[in-house]
């Protein structure tokens, strides 16, 4: 079976899967473009089709400056499409999406209030009384693992440490969407299994609709019931569509073994290699 026909095949199954369930996420022939100097135009994203199931992980992955993030931003409501149509459980997203959390690469905890208030500020504006708010951010901070921690400040947390109250702080609101922007990305490799066990262990318990970009292929396929390749800009497009067909629940650091990972870790990189080296070169361009 050639490259091609891979990512066709792969395709399908992912479309065929997709139509069965309600979508957290549409975006249909999405075009995103930014202005530069001299009054020029940057075509960032051309044309894009992609379809998030209700329950479904989804992983985004390509080279760098490809758009990913870009198409996180345009599903939070952060970003408006030149062209084409967002729909978000079925409706056009207007303004922001009040359905999705975001987490960001960057934690954004607020240095001055400890963890139990940065995790309890979620759903204080939203209009929930402070002490109901204080017991539900108590809860979800002995769901990550840091019950005992509630009195600290950000400073005095680990990289791994913050990120988990990170994921507190946007769990709390029980958002129906979750967009993951390398959350895990600063992290150390052994610091970024632990957090990847207790991602699904966390997203095991209801399945939100997760968009989860991410440079680490092995991090995709580990974690996504899916996996989506876009192509190096400008104007990237998505390339492949490959559905992880790896039983869960899954092991982070085992699943590496699993020789069906060793298998779609090599037909997507197969798809991928290229448009990475199309970046590097493209990027050693504009340096010179």
Sequence with gaps: MTGSEELKNFGSQAETAGTAVRR???????????????????????D????????EFLAIVGPTGCGKSTLLNVAAGLLEPASGTVEIFGRPLKGLNREAGYLFQQDSLMPWKTVLENVAIGLEVSGVRADEARVSAQQWLDRVGLGGFGDRYPRMLSGGQRKRVGLAQVLIRNPKLLLMDEPFGPLDAQTRLIMGDLLLKL????????????????????????????????RSEIIGDFRVSIPRPRDIAEIRHDPAFTELHRSIWHALRQEVM????????VAQ
């Design 24 to 46: 957290a996420v549409r975006l249909d022939k999405v075009s995103i473009s930014f202005g530069i100097a001299g009054g020029k135009r940057f075509d960032a994203v051309a």
């Design 48 to 55: 894009t089709d992609l379809d998030v199931a209700d329950d």
């Design 203 to 234: 997203w095991s318990e209801d399945k939100k609709a997760v968009m989860f970009v991410t440079h680490d292929l092995d991090e995709a396929i580990a974690l996504a019931d899916r996996i989506v390749i876009m192509s190096a800009g400008p």
């Design 278 to 285: 199309t970046a590097y070169q493209q990027t050693n361009v």
